[in-house]
């Protein structure tokens, strides 16, 4: 079982910053957090990660709790192609367990 | 750019037939995973290669599964006697410290 809870779904309007929020209760000490999303028909693609700091990249920021326990993906200003499925994921060394992820729709 | 390649984009078969798909990695990654997802769902691991070594394989990986990395570079992922519960899309990453990088991946159709 995927060690992650997302929303299924989300609206966000175009322009305005996308927060994708993010469960991981069971994290441990060397985990990492990881974002990824999908778009239709694609190979997923790298957002970010990061241990237990805040991490801001060319493309998003991620917020982790200080208990580690949760963690927000924030996209400044969404755009008509940031509609994706956007993955969550705990994990280290080799093995990702992916969940369902959360359905990102950019509305114009 | 020389991403993560994946060869066939797309594959039909017939039940009962083989198929082989091919990755190319990145090629100062010396790390390579195969995943499968089918539709709906995240990608689910089926194996890890550092280098030439097999190092890992799911419990979804049936004996009719097999994955090769020969030289360390491409992996070829076999599945032979293809049923309809194999339909699914087939992907590759490579790794460079954290981060995966994923090719477009192989979809697989088995009538």
């Known amino acids: 079982d995927a060690k992650t809870t997302q929303p299924p779904s989300m609206d966000c309007a175009e322009g305005r910053a996308a927060n994708l929020p993010c469960n991981h209760s069971t994290i441990s000490g060397n985990e990492y957090v990881y974002w990824y999303r999908q778009i239709h028909s694609q190979g997923p693609q790298y957002i970010i990660h990061g241990l237990k700091n805040n991490e801001t990249n060319e493309m998003a920021s991620l917020i982790i709790t200080e208990d580690r326990k949760s963690s927000t993906l924030i996209l400044p200003h969404a755009t008509l192609r940031d509609t994706a499925v956007y993955y969550c994921i705990v994990g280290s060394n080799y093995q990702l367990i992916w969940g369902a992820g959360t359905k990102l729709i950019i509305k114009p | 750019d020389t991403g993560v390649s994946q060869d066939p984009r797309h594959k039909i078969t017939k039940r009962g037939q083989n198929v082989t798909f091919r990755c190319d990695p990145i090629s100062e990654h010396n790390r390579l995973y195969w995943y499968r997802q089918t539709l709906g769902q995240g990608p689910e691991f089926l194996t890890y290669?550092?280098?030439?070594?097999?190092?890992?394989k799911s419990r979804l990986l049936s004996d009719r599964f097999s994955a090769e990395r020969p030289k360390g570079s491409f992996s070829t992922l076999e599945i032979q006697r293809t049923e309809q519960g194999d339909s699914a899309m087939y992907l590759c990453?490579?790794?460079?410290?954290?981060?995966?990088?994923f090719g477009p991946g192989t979809r697989l159709l088995v009538l």
């Open positions: 990453a490579s790794r460079k410290g954290e981060t995966q990088y």
């Open positions: 290669f550092q280098n030439e070594a097999q190092l890992e």
